[in-house]
């Protein structure tokens, strides 16, 4: 049984920085591609960042350069460091794994709450 489990979520002041965890089992998760999506309030969900089994990423135009993905075979675990965060960046943040045949596996999601 997949299972995607999120944290690291939280409340940050603008500029700050966050490093949001997603904790994978029930697949093999080396040869699956991973991704971070993000629903802000009223606002339909949104990608956010990709990084694929041999380690290649992509981004959203308005997260490159601020948000960081990586992942952890080892661990079985996918990383989003956000830094410069801003209020905009609100949002529940999920985690996403996709396979190659493109079955897709979704967490329950982290809050993100970027206010002074």
């Known amino acids: 049984q997949v299972h995607l489990v999120e944290s690291g979520g939280g409340l940050v002041q603008p500029g700050g920085s966050l490093r949001l965890s997603c904790a994978a089992s029930g697949f093999t998760f080396s040869s699956y591609a991973m991704s971070w999506y993000r629903q802000a309030p009223g606002k339909e969900r949104e990608f956010v960042a990709a990084?694929?089994?041999?380690?290649?990423?992509n981004y959203a135009d308005s997260m490159e350069g601020r948000f960081t993905i990586s992942r952890d075979n080892a661990k079985n675990t996918v990383y989003l460091q956000m830094n410069s965060l801003k209020p905009e960046d609100t949002a529940v943040y999920y985690c996403?794994?996709?396979?190659?045949?493109?079955?897709?596996?979704w967490g329950q999601g982290t809050q993100v709450t970027v206010s002074s």
């Open positions: 996403k794994a996709v396979a190659r045949s493109g079955a897709a596996f």
């Open positions: 990084i694929t089994s041999a380690g290649g990423t």
